[in-house]
T-cell receptor, first 109, second 117 residues
Framework: GQNIDQPTEMTATEGAIVQINCTYQ??????LFWYQQHAGEAPTFLSY??LDGLEEKGRFSSFLSRSKGYSYLLLKELQMKDSASYLC??????????WGAGTKLIIKP | GAVVSQHPSWVICKSGTSVKIECRSL??????MFWYRQFPKQSLMLMAT?????????EQGVEKDKFLINHASLTLSTLTVTSAHPEDSSFYIC?????????????FGPGTRLTVT
């Protein structure tokens, strides 16, 4: 079966760095996405990785290792507005998105 | 960036009635649209995938006769919840993708919150 695992909840301090991990087992791989979702809102796109390595975009970076079925989202200089759920999604061989359950990130002052 | 709109943003209806939700891609042509449902504190659940001009493909456990999907044009898909019941109350989100661009990102609409009383 297809499976995406990520922690249910994480807590971090404003100004700090946090890493949210995602491991996956899917039938085929055509890229991994990270989305941010604030409560009551639709997800918004953060990053897309299809090749191994680190993609940096401002305060957010995303890493992928296809051989390990592993990705992480790194958030630097945390701000209170970063409190949200972070969703990991893998595109399988049919270009269907398989979603993780999301990681709720709580930022404390 | 690509914009997807949904209408209405929220709706309250009585049990037994039908509700139609529209999803539009505003500045691109969506060859594929997806409909998701999300219950509180849960992740997105894909309900169906629709390609323009063809019948929608429903996920296992989703009743196609209850959730009618029409994707009549490259910019519009509709989801009709027929004979709604309180258990259908949820956050319905559509997303759209233009595969011809060669980039597989799904652009999400803002969601529609449905409450069935």
């Amino acid at each position: 079966g297809q499976n995406i695992d990520q922690p249910t909840e994480m807590t971090a301090t404003e100004g700090a760095i946090v890493q949210i991990n995602c491991t996956y087992q899917t039938s085929g791989f055509n890229g991994l996405f990270w989305y941010q979702q604030h409560a009551g809102e639709a997800p918004t796109f953060l990053s897309y990785n299809v090749l191994d390595g680190l993609e940096e975009k401002g305060r957010f970076s995303s890493f992928l290792s296809r051989s390990k079925g592993y990705s992480y989202l790194l958030l630097k200089e945390l701000q209170m507005k970063d409190s949200a759920s972070y969703l990991c999604a893998v595109q399988d061989s049919n270009y269907q998105l398989i979603w993780g359950a999301g990681t709720k990130l709580i930022i404390k002052p | 960036g690509a914009v997807v709109s949904q209408h209405p943003s929220w709706v309250i209806c009585k049990s037994g009635t039908s509700v139609k939700i529209e999803c539009r891609s505003l500045d691109f042509q969506a060859t594929t649209m997806f409909w998701y449902r999300q219950f509180p504190k849960q992740s997105l659940m894909l309900m169906a995938t629709s390609n323009e001009g063809s019948k929608a493909t429903y996920e296992q456990g989703v009743e196609k006769d209850k959730f009618l999907i029409n994707h009549a044009s490259l910019t519009l898909s509709t989801l009709t919840v027929t004979s709604a019941h309180p258990e259908d109350s949820s956050f319905y989100i559509c997303s759209a993708r233009d595969v011809r661009e060669g980039f597989w990102e799904q652009y999400f609409g803002p969601g529609t919150r449905l409450t069935v009383t």
